[in-house]
């Protein structure tokens, strides 16, 4: 019986850090969670759209050909959504026809454009907002991990910044 709450205690001993941690976070701050099936993503970008205020930003990074191959009605839609949204909204998206449409319409959908060098390939995108980073694959599985933790935020939103001031208009 000593041996085992020996074990314990020493688990418990390896563990401290991590539960004080969790203990120290403020509500909904500090969550990473992982979502599997392309109607899971689908949540996972309508919940976007829920959590942004007007004036937030909304940056990405992206391939919007593939995005749109995941499902054309429902992403068609949140793109025309999201242009509805008083946001700072801005993409850098892969070279592709519908991309420089984008960018040549920009203004008449509320948003800011540019395109990633020629040959640039993504295999998966990245969304950032104020409240969370969603990285969305575009391969089988269909998959997204969301990570709402302020200094993940910040430096995910750092650089991207630094990405968008190297890309000429």
Not at 74 to 98: N, P, Q
Request: charged letters at 30%.
């Amino acid at each position: 019986m000593e041996d085992v709450l020996d074990e314990r205690k020493k688990v418990l001993t390896k563990h401290m850090g991590d539960f004080t941690t969790i203990f120290n976070l403020r509500a909904g701050e500090g969550t990473l969670r992982y979502y599997e099936s392309l109607e899971a993503v689908k949540g996972v970008y309508d919940d976007i759209l829920k959590d942004v205020r007007p004036g937030d930003y909304y940056c990405v990074i992206g391939d919007v050909e593939r995005l749109l191959e995941l499902d054309q009605k429902f992403f068609a839609g949140f793109l025309e959504r999201r242009s509805g949204k008083d946001l700072d909204i801005r993409l850098l998206y892969t070279d592709s026809e519908r991309a420089r449409y984008g960018k040549q319409f920009a203004r008449n959908c509320n948003q800011q454009v540019k395109i990633l060098p020629e040959g640039t390939r993504l295999t998966t995108s990245l969304v950032i907002t104020p409240q969370k980073i969603v990285i969305n694959q575009y391969e089988t599985p269909f998959s997204c991990i969301v990570i709402q933790t302020k200094s993940a935020i910040q430096m995910q939103k750092e650089v991207f910044e630094v990405m968008w001031r190297s890309i000429p208009e």
